[in-house]
């Protein structure tokens, strides 16, 4: 069965650097979201990209992300210069025709120190 | 903006008993879907079942049914037979049914089902 997958499952980093997470939705999908998760919260929106571009971000995603499509296959999440309060589980999730069903991967746990 | 409420931090079931969990939400939308998603300790989400807002009959996955009740803006999970690999956190979502509205879900903060043997 098709799946969403996500690399890394964990990063890493210092406040400051900027991470680049990875995500390859299932292939025929045209829909693609993150969603972040900080600790013992509900996971929230960021952002909704269709046909090569933003359809939709929530304010939480300001100047600081950025999203890309960068070739057929992979959906990537980049955060400028990351700060403590992005520690976070980050989920990617595509969706095909049927738009209503959104299909989560597994999660990228970053940790900024 | 919709809001998604769940009232039940936690919650605990005897296995093979039911448990139901509940959910609330507001919206001033007239069309949209409701999602019980499940997270394990994998913390992988996984989706349980779904309930269009259209239909006036309840949505049933095998041992697991909703109670969606429009009016109250109720939308209720039923684990029947509970096992122990239902343990999980259970968040409850809402997504709007109109393109103008975006696609984004709206998670409530969950609740954590203990299955105990």
């Known amino acids: 069965e098709p799946e969403v997958t996500q690399t890394p499952s964990h990063q890493v980093t210092q406040m400051g650097q900027e991470v680049i997470l990875r995500c390859v939705p299932i292939s025929n999908h045209l829909y693609f979201y993150w969603y972040r998760q900080i600790l013992g919260q509900k996971v929230e929106f960021l952002v909704s990209f269709y046909n090569n571009e933003i359809s939709e971000k929530s304010e939480i995603f300001d100047d600081q992300f950025s999203v890309e499509r960068p070739d057929g296959s992979n959906f990537t999440l980049k955060i400028r210069s990351t700060k403590l309060e992005d520690s976070a589980m980050y989920f990617c999730?595509?969706?095909?025709?049927?738009?209503?069903?959104?299909?989560f991967g597994p999660g990228t746990r970053l940790t900024v120190l | 903006a919709q809001t998604v409420t769940q009232s039940q931090p936690e919650m605990s079931v005897q296995e093979a008993e039911t448990v139901t969990l509940s959910c609330t939400y507001d919206t001033s939308e007239s069309d949209y879907y409701l999602f019980w998603y499940k997270q394990p300790p994998s913390r992988q989400m996984i989706l349980v079942i779904r309930?269009?807002?259209?239909?006036?009959q309840n949505a049933t996955e095998n041992r697991f049914s909703v109670n969606f009740q429009k009016a109250a803006k109720s939308f209720s999970l039923k684990i029947s037979d509970s096992q122990l690999g239902d343990a999980a956190m259970y968040f409850c979502a809402y997504r709007s049914a109109w393109e103008t509205s975006g696609s984004r879900l709206t998670f409530g903060e969950g609740t954590q089902l203990t299955v105990n043997p």
């Open positions: 309930q269009e807002a259209y239909k006036q």
């Open positions: 999730a595509s969706a095909g025709s049927r738009l209503y069903e959104q299909f």
